[in-house]
């Protein structure tokens, strides 16, 4: 069965503070794996990764992959109070018709 | 696009009464997803169908639970009796596949209160 763990569960920072959420994972055919962030609503989309070792980047907020230790990390640089929200780890399963599996998720509190 | 649409966004109803839950996905997209949320359990995937075929009906909790997707831009979640610990919000996502390698585009969800 497909899993992710994402670490911490929760975090409290400062403005202006750098966060980095874990995301750890095991699936049986890896196609993609993908960060979400979660405010009120609907999680909205922030990366898709498929190769190791690239960063992708979009504005303060960067992610990478490492498919050989079954990882991927998101950092949050410069953080402001609209970072506030639950991020969201998910895997693609290839094999399995394209299973998307989500982990815990990690809440973060960004203070003024 | 208007993207993933579910309806309704909110539903009150009393234990022992029927759910149905609606979701129209992204024209296009192949796969689609029904995911339960609520603060204890984090966002479950409940069924997700390939081609309006289920492929893995596993996550759904119970015989009360049903889905069906009897065409490419349509899908139903049904829970018939429901009970109070059925109460979450209900996300449909549809992805695209094969060369569309996409990522999930989430509805609104539904938020389900059972009384």
């Known amino acids: 069965e497909d899993k992710v763990v994402q670490s911490p569960l929760s975090l409290v920072v400062h403005e202006g503070d750098t966060v980095t959420l874990n995301c750890s994972y095991e699936?049986?055919?890896?196609?993609?794996l993908l960060w979400y962030k979660q405010e009120k609503k609907a999680p909205t989309f922030l990366f898709m990764l498929t190769s190791s070792g690239i960063e992708k980047k979009s504005g303060r907020l960067s992610s990478i992959l490492d498919k050989k230790e079954l990882f991927s990390i998101l950092n949050i640089t410069a953080t402001q109070t609209g970072d506030s929200a639950v991020y969201l780890c998910?895997?693609?399963?290839?094999?399995?018709?394209?299973?998307?599996?989500f982990g815990g998720g990690t809440r973060v509190l960004v203070k003024p | 696009d208007a993207g993933v649409i579910q309806s309704p966004r909110h539903e009150v109803t009393e234990m022992g009464q029927e759910v149905t839950l609606r979701c129209k996905p992204i024209?296009?997209?192949?796969?689609l997803f029904w995911y339960r949320q609520t603060m204890m359990r984090g966002l479950e995937l409940l069924i997700y169908f390939n081609n309006n075929v289920p492929i893995d009906d596993s996550g759904m909790p119970e015989d009360r639970f049903s889905a069906k997707m009897p065409n490419a831009s349509f899908s139903t979640l049904k829970i018939q009796p429901s009970e109070p610990r059925d109460s979450a919000v209900y996300f449909c996502?549809?992805?695209?596949?094969?060369?569309?390698?996409?990522?999930?585009?989430f509805g609104q969800g539904t938020r389900l209160t059972v009384v």
């Open positions: 699936v049986t055919n890896f196609r993609s």
């Open positions: 996502a549809s992805i695209g596949t094969g060369s569309l390698n996409t990522e999930a585009f």
């Open positions: 024209s296009g997209h192949n796969s």
């Open positions: 998910a895997v693609r399963n290839k094999a399995a018709g394209n299973k998307l599996t």
